[in-house]
Each structure stands twice: as structure tokens, then as C-alpha cells.
């Protein structure tokens, strides 16, 4: 089956854009967690969506925001992009309802670039 | 979530089980310990996971001590492949949210 499909895989924007990311889960996965990955801050979780709904959310400021359609595809936005933004951005998929059997599994994430 | 400690590096001959090891002393009792790999320039990649109980799947096995303290993951037979960024992760699910609070993990690397 088709995993999880990130778009664009490459970003270049300008200081001050904003941009918008996507995810398209695993066929019949419900959730979608976002992730930031720099080499100085590691793997930090962003948010996870669930039916629609912000479920859960990490430490980052309202110029991150995302949200999820009724088809469980996720979209990413940041406003005002920083230098700082520049990162490896990852979306993984789960079922969402159940046990914790199964994990998360990940897409190949879109790699931004601000400059 | 627990904090967990892992040694930063780590090396293996190829042909050789890998353990890899993993301390999270004040993991409370709905988390789970997860494992998962990241080799480079992909996403993380899900291992395994458990509660109590001693795991075993066809990628590896996952060792909990009984006062849950700590954890071994052990890749039986290593590969050239298995060299990755491995992450430990201690984590509770209520009804169904989850957030992984990824350290730095160990970098495994099998040498042939």
C-alpha cells in the first residue's frame, strides 16, 4: 500500500513568505502528526490532527499552524518565515483510535530552506 | 512523557547482534517504550514497541528489565543497513493521542 506522501520534498522561500505544506496519510490512517527536524534542536513535535481536530500540540509559536481535511489529508502553514525555520519538515500517519500497536509511520518529510 | 537516556554512539560488526541500550527511570505506568531508526535523510521508521513484556517482531527484539527502568533493543543479526540514528521514546497514549518526544538517540554503525 502507498505510504505517506509529503509535498513538495524541496522549499527555498524568502525571509517573511509563507508557506504550506502537505501530507496525504496511509489510506484509512485518521491522524497526522507534524514534525520539525534542525540539527540543532533534533526531532520536535508540532502538532497532530485527528477527524479534523488539533488533538495535541508542541511547544512552537501561532506562526506554525496546520490543519486536517475530512479525506484525513494534512496541510502545514508557516507565516512570516524566519531563518530559523529553515528545517526537515516530517508527517507521519496512524490510525489514531486505537492501541498503540503499529507505530507511527513517517513520510520522507519536505526539506525548506529560508533564505 | 519519561525522559530517556541513550549513549550517543555506538559500533557493531556486521553479522553481529546489535544491543542497544536505553534508560527512562521515571517512565510512569500507561507509557509505552518505542523504538525507532533514522537513516539518514529519510523519515524515522518504526521498530517496535512495549509496556512489560519482552518483544519480538521480524525486525528485532525489545528487552524491558522488570522494574521497567530500562530497555535493550537487539538486532539480532546486523546489517551494513542497520546503520541509523536509533531513538528510544517513552510515551503514553490517552484515547488514542500521542506525541514523540524524540531525544538524540544513539548512532549505530555497523561495520563490516
Known amino acids: 500500500k502507498a505510504g505517506v506522501t509529503q509535498t513538495p520534498r524541496y522549499l527555498i522561500k524568502t525571509r517573511g513568505q509563507q508557506v504550506t505544506l502537505s501530507c496525504s496519510p496511509i489510506?484509512?490512517?485518521?491522524?497526522v502528526s507534524w514534525y520539525q527536524q534542525t540539527p540543532g534542536q533534533g526531532l520536535q513535535f508540532l502538532f497532530e490532527?485527528?477527524?479534523?481536530?488539533?488533538?495535541n500540540k508542541g511547544n512552537f509559536p501561532g506562526r506554525f499552524s496546520g490543519r486536517q481535511f475530512s479525506n484525513s489529508r494534512s496541510e502545514m502553514n508557516v507565516s512570516t518565515l524566519e531563518l530559523g525555520d529553515s528545517a526537515l519538515y516530517l508527517c507521519?500517519?496512524?490510525?489514531?483510535?486505537?492501541?498503540?500497536?503499529?507505530?507511527?509511520?513517517f513520510g520522507s518529510g519536505t526539506r525548506l530552506t529560508v533564505v | 512523557d519519561a525522559k530517556t537516556t541513550q549513549p550517543p554512539s555506538m559500533d557493531c560488526a556486521e553479522g553481529r547482534a546489535a544491543n542497544l541500550p536505553c534508560n527512562h527511570s521515571?517512565?510512569?505506568?500507561?507509557?509505552?517504550v518505542y523504538w525507532y531508526r533514522q537513516i539518514h535523510s529519510q523519515g524515522p521508521q518504526y521498530i517496535i514497541h512495549?509496556?512489560?513484556n519482552n518483544e519480538t517482531n521480524e525486525m528485532a527484539s525489545l528487552i524491558i528489565t522488570e522494574d521497567r527502568k530500562s530497555s535493550t533493543l537487539i538486532l539480532p543479526h546486523a546489517t551494513l543497513r542497520d546503520t541509523a540514528v536509533y531513538y528510544c521514546?517513552?510515551?503514553?497514549?490517552?484515547?488514542?493521542?500521542?506525541?514523540?518526544?524524540f531525544g538524540q538517540g544513539t548512532r549505530l554503525t555497523i561495520n563490516p
Open positions: 512495549g509496556l512489560k
Open positions: 490532527y485527528f477527524s479534523e481536530t488539533q488533538r
Open positions: 489510506s484509512g490512517h485518521r491522524s
Open positions: 521514546i517513552a510515551s503514553s497514549l490517552i484515547q488514542g493521542a500521542q506525541k514523540l518526544v
Open positions: 521515571t517512565i510512569s505506568g500507561n507509557e509505552y
Open positions: 507521519a500517519s496512524s490510525l489514531g483510535d486505537r492501541g498503540p500497536g503499529g507505530g507511527y509511520t
